[in-house]
C-alpha cells in the first residue's frame, strides 16, 4: 500500500479518535488544567522544541499516538465539542498562534498530555510539518 495513502488513513483514523474522545472526556479526566498546560512564547515555536515536549513522555509505541494541532485552523477555533472541553479556560490571544500538542490512547479512549502553547510565529521546519491541516499524526 502507498505511504502518503496509509498516511491518510492512519491520520483519518486517529481524527476520528481525537474527536470522538473529545465528545466524552470530561475535565476530571484531563490530568491537568488547561491553564497549567498553557505556555505562551514571545517568538517563533520551535518544532524541536514539540519533539522535546513529546519525548520527554515516555510514550509507549503503539499505545500512545502524539499529535499537533493547528489551534487557529477552523476544525478547531469553530468545533463545539473542543469550546466545550475548554469552555472558560483556553481563550484566544490576538497575534498569536495556537499549537496543541497532545496524545491519543485507544485503550482507553482518550486524549491526553495536552499543552497548548501560543507562539508569535512557527518555525519554518514546524510550519513544513503541519503544513494547511488542522491535525497531524506523529511518529
Known amino acids: 500500500m502507498n505511504?502518503?495513502?496509509l498516511a491518510g488513513i492512519i491520520g483519518t483514523v486517529v481524527v476520528a479518535g481525537v474527536v470522538g474522545a473529545a465528545l466524552v472526556v470530561r475535565r476530571k479526566n484531563i490530568q491537568r488544567s488547561i491553564e497549567d498546560a498553557t505556555e505562551t512564547i514571545?517568538?517563533?515555536?520551535?518544532?524541536?522544541d514539540v519533539?522535546?515536549?513529546?519525548?520527554?513522555?515516555n510514550l509507549k509505541e503503539g499505545e500512545d499516538t502524539p499529535f499537533i494541532g493547528n489551534g487557529n485552523a477552523p476544525q478547531f477555533a469553530q468545533s463545539p465539542q473542543f469550546?466545550?472541553?475548554?469552555?472558560?479556560?483556553?481563550?484566544?490571544?490576538?497575534?498569536?498562534?495556537?499549537?496543541?500538542?497532545?496524545?491519543?490512547?485507544?485503550?482507553?479512549?482518550?486524549?491526553?498530555?495536552?499543552k497548548f502553547i501560543f507562539s508569535k510565529g512557527w518555525s519554518e521546519d514546524l510550519k513544513?510539518?503541519?503544513?494547511?491541516?488542522?491535525i497531524v499524526v506523529l511518529s
Not at 519533539?51 to 513522555?57: D, K, T, V
Open 42 to 48: 514571545e517568538g517563533d515555536l520551535q518544532f524541536a
Open 83 to 114: 469550546a466545550q472541553i475548554t469552555k472558560g479556560y483556553l481563550k484566544a490571544k490576538p497575534g498569536y498562534q495556537l499549537l496543541i500538542i497532545g496524545t491519543y490512547s485507544e485503550n482507553p479512549d482518550k486524549v491526553d498530555n495536552f
Open 51 to 57: 519533539r522535546s515536549y513529546l519525548r520527554s513522555l
Open 128 to 134: 513544513k510539518v503541519i503544513g494547511d491541516e488542522a
Open 3 to 5: 505511504n502518503v495513502v
